[in-house]
DNA sequence: TCATTTTGTTTCGCGGCCGAAACGGCGCAG
DNA sequence: CTGCGCCGTTTCGGCCGCGAAACAAAATGA
């Protein structure tokens, strides 16, 4: 996986381009972020350990739940160990979105290759 | 230039995380989309031509150039040809932000490289 | 029991971005 | 010269995210 800085500069512009031209939820980029440590980073996530991971402050992580959940990506449970804690936890249609970004990238990576995936 | 769906998510991942954990300027994804636009398309750049490329309105491509104008990375032109055009151009601070973003995607493409750039 | 700490949420004031529409400057055809 | 169309900007009302601080609920320890 070695590229050059124009590659990796038209990457990236394709991808934000495809992003922007989708009509799916536009998220920010700390949206984003927070988004993939859920999907990527192993769990439990918590506000706390979010927001320390980003270097954010508590409400950001609870704003960004908020919206997130509302459009489905994910969804807040409490511990019943400890119940002050939240645990934020995957939804199938944020595991569907985050395959659809990586297919972007691929796509977007490997151009022109021939046969298109429906 | 090949890669697994988990290596361009995390490639996504690490390169947002190092985005927001930064303090430089946090450019929303539109916005970057139009600033790589510039940068990477072959001039001239008008208001109209970057709508139409990005199928936004007018008034969202004067705003980022705006924002990103006082940021020093963008700057407008009248056309002296055709004085109701505005040219868009690059300026040395938007082209050394460019520069840094493709460092950060190849920095974070290529983990763990054993001499670190300076 | 009760004060203290921890956790996540909410409130507050502020600023930025949004789309639609109105606006002013400019070119062009007649 | 004059009316019409194009280009970019500005205005309008509204929505959303920000950080700091106040807040409610739950656990902890004496």
């Given at each position: 996986?070695?590229?050059t ?28 972020a ?15 350990g ?13 704003r ?9 990506l ?9 119940r ?10 944020g ?18 290759r ?5």
């Open positions: 996986m070695a590229m800085p124009a590659q990796a500069l038209k990457l990236w512009h394709d991808v934000a381009l495809s992003r922007v031209l989708a009509d799916g939820p536009d998220l920010s980029e700390r949206q984003i927070i988004l993939l440590s859920i999907y990527l980073d192993p769990p439990p996530h918590t506000v706390r979010l927001a320390a991971r980003l270097n954010v402050t508590k409400p950001v992580i609870t960004a739940l908020d919206t997130m959940g509302a459009e489905g994910v969804t807040r449970k409490r511990d019943p160990a400890d002050r804690n939240v645990i934020i936890q995957r939804t199938v249609k595991a569907l979105f985050v395959d659809e970004l990586a297919d972007l990238i691929l796509e977007k990576s490997a151009p022109a021939a046969g298109a995936p429906s």
